[in-house]
């Protein structure tokens, strides 16, 4: 398995507060990118990064920011959780146009929001 | 809207049967495919890509797909499902130029022993 590590892997939060998920590679790659996996859904995009402080929005990012000072590191934050923000969410990773283009997913987190 | 569609949202069957799950997709350009599989409570694994060249593909664990560029369509195959094959499965497409891949909505696969 790639070196991708999500935490936390599970976490219960309250409707209007903060939340921030965490992705951790260490396998060098440019690209990283945050999707959501919903029932009937499958996966949506919700930002992508393609380097150290270059990121850019999926088709799902509104409620949603991302950062990424290191190239190992990418966090999603949802700066006011939602009840609609409940989900599976997934880190992949990439080597993009600089190599080969499947990407390679960490292990989840699952995001309730009561 | 480009997109990425599976027909088949649940399908049984029983051990040794054949399986074929349909995966079409609306990008007019050159695309490379994937087929994931994600087996319960776990994260998608790779099951197979195609990039160029011979339009069929084998992946990991029996499983092979087609690409046929004149139906915008990459169908994943297995000719005997084996009950661990149990999973959700999930058709990938990656447009030449773009930086991330489209999903389908996925195909859950129940194998009955």
């Known amino acids: 398995d790639a070196g991708i590590t999500q935490s936390p892997r599970h976490k219960v939060t309250e409707t209007g507060t903060p939340v921030t998920l965490r992705c951790h590679q260490t396998?060098?790659?440019?690209?990283m990118y945050w999707y959501r996996q919903d029932p009937g859904h499958g996966l949506r995009l919700i930002h992508y990064?393609?380097?150290?402080?270059?990121?850019d929005k999926g088709e799902v990012s509104d409620g949603y920011s991302v950062s990424r000072s290191k190239t190992e590191d990418f966090l999603l934050t949802l700066e006011s959780a939602t009840s609609s923000q409940t989900s599976v969410y997934f880190c992949a990773i990439s080597e993009g146009d600089r190599g080969s283009p499947e990407a390679f997913f960490g292990q989840g987190t699952r995001l309730t929001v009561v | 809207a480009q997109s990425v569609s599976q027909h088949n949202h649940h399908v049984i069957l029983s051990e040794a049967a054949s399986l074929e799950l349909g995966c079409n997709y609306s990008?007019?350009?050159?695309?490379?495919l994937f087929w994931y599989v994600q087996y319960p409570g776990q994260h998608l694994q790779l099951l197979l890509k195609?990039?160029?060249?011979?339009?069929l593909v084998k992946g990991i664990k029996g499983f092979e797909a087609e690409f046929i560029k004149s139906k915008f369509s990459f169908n994943l195959r297995k000719p005997s499902v084996q009950w661990s094959d149990t999973a959700e499965y999930f058709c990938a497409v990656n447009p030449t130029g773009r930086r991330a891949l489209t999903f389908g909505s996925g195909t859950r696969l129940q194998v009955q022993p």
């Open positions: 195609y990039f160029s060249g011979d339009p």
């Open positions: 990008y007019g350009g050159t695309v490379n």
């Open positions: 990064s393609y380097g150290v402080k270059d990121t």
């Open positions: 396998e060098n790659h440019r690209y």
